[in-house]
C-alpha cells in the first residue's frame, strides 16, 4: 500500500520558518520523482517544488526561489520541505507527492497525503 504522511506544519509569524517531512512507505522512491504542492482555500492547487533523481532536475515555483529547498533521504523514505522567510500568502494546506512523470521539470503527480495545514500570520 503506498502511502505518504506529511507531518511538521503549524503557525508561524511572516519572516519565520517550518520543515515539513513526508513519510513514504509502499513504492521505491529511486523511483519516483517527489514533490510539494499547496492549496490554498478558493484557490487552484499550485506546485511547490519537485526533484527527479533520475532526471537529475529540480524545479522550484517562481514565488518560492531562494526561501524554501526541498530534499529527500532515500534510505529512510522520507522528503522534506525546508520553507525560510515565510510570507501570509504561502498559508495553504500542504502535500506530498509522488510522480513517475516529470514534464518541463515538474511532477504529475500519480499519489499523494492527506497534507498539513501551514499557516503565516502578519
Known amino acids: 500500500e503506498v502511502k505518504l504522511v506529511e507531518s511538521g506544519g503549524g503557525l508561524v509569524q511572516a519572516g519565520g520558518s517550518l520543515r515539513l517531512s513526508c513519510a513514504t512507505s509502499?513504492?521505491?522512491?529511486?523511483?519516483?520523482?517527489i514533490g510539494w504542492f499547496r492549496q490554498a482555500p478558493g484557490k487552484e492547487r499550485e506546485e511547490v517544488s519537485c526533484?527527479?533523481?533520475?532526471?537529475?532536475?529540480?524545479y522550484y515555483a517562481d514565488f518560492v526561489k531562494g526561501r524554501f529547498t526541498i530534499s529527500s533521504d532515500n534510505t529512510n523514505n522520507t522528503v522534506s520541505l525546508q520553507m525560510n522567510s515565510l510570507e501570509p500568502e504561502d498559508t495553504a494546506v500542504y502535500y506530498c507527492?509522488?510522480?513517475?512523470?516529470?514534464?518541463?521539470?515538474?511532477?504529475?503527480?500519480?499519489?499523494w497525503g492527506q497534507g498539513t495545514q501551514v499557516t503565516v500570520s502578519s
Open positions: 509502499g513504492f521505491n522512491l529511486d523511483d519516483y520523482a
Open positions: 526533484s527527479s533523481s533520475g532526471h537529475g532536475s529540480k
Open positions: 507527492g509522488a510522480s513517475s512523470t516529470v514534464y518541463g521539470a515538474r511532477c504529475l503527480y500519480n499519489f
